[in-house]
């Protein structure tokens, strides 16, 4: 049994307000303005790859991966992940990325990209991508834009082109078959 205080579960339609009000304290309100936002607007985020890590009724930390397509190909987008400034550097976001990560392996996901801090999505064996070859809408640092490959060969090799989202009420879109302007 493990010995930690907190649990992770699938978040819940009523947890909503609560990991809103995380990503708001844990981001500001600039987080509207990054590249990763324009691919959520208007698009939810992906059924049953939203985690929370709890501790009874109180949520302690988030995850949650948006659908994209890059060219043709499907992905996720990680994020946001965030975790109560008081209760950092306890493993909680490590934790719930590795959760997440094997249940979108499990579920067939090929790929997860996401735009952050390298030395510490490296924990979870995301890596820097080759600059230009996937490209966020809007102004990103290269440096920034990570990815990881859930297949048996190494999909970050092959990943190429514009990040964007997919069609969501189109069956065969919402698998990066076709993508939104
Ligand atoms: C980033 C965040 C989710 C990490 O959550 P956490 O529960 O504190 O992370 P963990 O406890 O699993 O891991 C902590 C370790 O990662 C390191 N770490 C945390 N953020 C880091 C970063 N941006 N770059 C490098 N290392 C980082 C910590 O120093 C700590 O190192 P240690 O184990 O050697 O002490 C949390 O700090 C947070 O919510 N930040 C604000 C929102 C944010 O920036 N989200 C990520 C977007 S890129």
């Given at each position: 049994?493990?010995?930690?205080p907190?649990?992770?579960?699938?978040?819940r339609?009523?947890?909503?307000?609560?990991?809103?009000?995380?990503?708001?304290?844990?981001?500001?309100?600039?987080?509207?303005?990054k590249?990763?936002?324009r691919l959520?607007?208007?698009?939810?985020?992906?059924?049953?790859?939203?985690f929370?890590?709890?501790?009874?009724?109180?949520?302690?930390g988030s995850?949650?991966?948006?659908?994209?397509?890059?060219?043709?190909?499907?992905?996720?987008?990680?994020?946001?992940?965030?975790?109560?400034?008081?209760?950092?550097?306890r493993?909680?976001?490590?934790?719930?990325?590795?959760h997440?990560v094997?249940t979108?392996?499990?579920e067939?996901?090929?790929?997860i990209?996401?735009?952050?801090?390298e030395?510490?999505?490296?924990?979870?064996g995301?890596a820097?991508?080759?600059?230009?070859?996937?490209?966020?809408?809007?102004?990103?640092?290269?440096?920034r834009?990570?990815?990881?490959?859930?297949?048996?060969?190494?999909?970050?090799?092959?990943?190429?082109?514009e990040?964007r989202?997919?069609?969501?009420?189109?069956?065969?879109?919402?698998?990066?078959?076709?993508v939104?302007?």
């Amino acid at each position: 049994m493990s010995d930690q205080p907190w649990q992770i579960r699938p978040e819940r339609a009523n947890d909503a307000p609560r990991v809103e009000h995380l990503n708001a304290i844990s981001f500001g309100p600039g987080r509207y303005a990054k590249s990763a936002y324009r691919l959520r607007e208007g698009v939810d985020p992906v059924p049953g790859l939203s985690f929370v890590a709890v501790d009874g009724e109180d949520i302690l930390g988030s995850i949650r991966f948006w659908p994209v397509a890059i060219g043709m190909e499907r992905s996720l987008l990680l994020g946001p992940l965030a975790v109560k400034p008081e209760l950092r550097s306890r493993g909680i976001g490590i934790a719930l990325m590795k959760h997440a990560v094997e249940t979108a392996r499990a579920e067939g996901y090929p790929s997860i990209i996401l735009i952050g801090d390298e030395p510490y999505y490296v924990r979870v064996g995301f890596a820097r991508l080759a600059p230009g070859r996937v490209r966020f809408p809007g102004p990103v640092d290269q440096a920034r834009v990570l990815g990881l490959s859930l297949a048996q060969h190494n999909v970050m090799l092959t990943l190429k082109g514009e990040v964007r989202r997919p069609h969501v009420d189109h069956p065969v879109c919402a698998c990066g078959a076709d993508v939104a302007r």
